[in-house]
């Protein structure tokens, strides 16, 4: 499936196109454009390859729907290779050596369940001597640090002495994604983590972050969004490819 990804980048590079400019009229990342080029096709999803051609396709002025046949022709192929292909046999033991590494009945098999057995009961015993042990030990320095530490508390604990100082943390991103279409999406959080999912409709997920999430999204009408709680106004078309950033101030398009 390479040839497919030679046809569009000698098209983009004749017309003097830019990998950038593709990625910013197709709403595809840069990264997963350069892999098609390459004739990498396993990262994506295979209901989105055909819009991801035909986007492709379009700006370079190609026939979209020629080459998703190509692609389909080429993926027919691969698995008739593969059905054609006997698998290896990488030896074949015969029976008389089969019956010599056969280990002899009644010696061997409980010499070995009698030394399994008292090495579970050593083991089980330590354990049990263990948790005993730190369960019923209170050392001495415990036990002064216990009778101690009221009388410090008291001492320092007075308005005059303590002011009281109030931390707020900032509040956390509770991301919620519903879909109500098949899609596909990769999210990453807080440009850390990410995670490639594949949805149903009727299913949801939900990831939490402290800054931002970075969504790029392969059916942009196949989702909601509840950011902690909260529906956000996103509306999309059906099959397009998005990127979007969601933070505390809401959704935008990338």
């Known amino acids: 499936m390479r040839e497919i990804g030679i046809k569009l980048k000698v098209a983009r590079e004749s017309q003097q196109i830019t990998l950038d400019l593709i990625a910013e009229k197709t709403k595809i990342n840069k990264q997963h454009l350069k892999n098609i080029e390459e004739g990498f096709w396993d990262f994506l999803p295979e209901p989105y ?28 192929q691969e698995m008739q290779q593969l059905a054609a292909t006997p698998p290896e046999i990488e030896g074949v033991i015969s029976a008389d050596e089969a019956e010599v590494t056969e280990p002899p009945h009644g010696i061997f098999s409980n010499r070995t369940n009698k030394g399994l057995i008292a ?106 969004f509840y950011l902690n709680g909260e529906k956000l106004n996103f509306k999309g078309q059906k099959g397009r490819v998005v990127n979007l950033e969601i933070t505390q101030e809401g959704i935008v398009r990338k």
């Not at 051609?53 to 080429?74: C, F, P, S, T």
Request: aromatic residues 8%; without cysteine; glycine residues 4%.
């Open 49 to 76: 390859i055909k819009g991801i051609i035909q986007q492709y396709a379009d700006v370079v002025q190609l026939d979209g729907k020629e080459l998703y046949h190509e692609y389909q022709m080429h993926q027919l």
């Open 119 to 224: 090495i579970a009961l050593t083991l089980l015993l330590i354990v049990i001597a263990f948790l005993l042990n730190s369960k019923f030990k209170k050392g001495p320095d415990e036990l002064q640090l216990q009778s101690v530490s009221p009388t410090i508390s008291d001492s320092l604990a007075t308005p005059d002495t303590l002011p009281t100082v109030s931390i707020s943390s900032p509040r956390p991103l509770d991301l919620e994604i519903r879909a109500i279409d098949d899609t596909w999406l990769e999210i990453s959080i807080d440009d850390s983590t990410s995670e490639e999912v594949t949805f149903s409709p009727r299913t949801s997920r939900t990831w939490q972050g402290q800054k931002k999430f970075a969504i790029f999204l392969g059916n942009a009408a196949g989702v909601e």
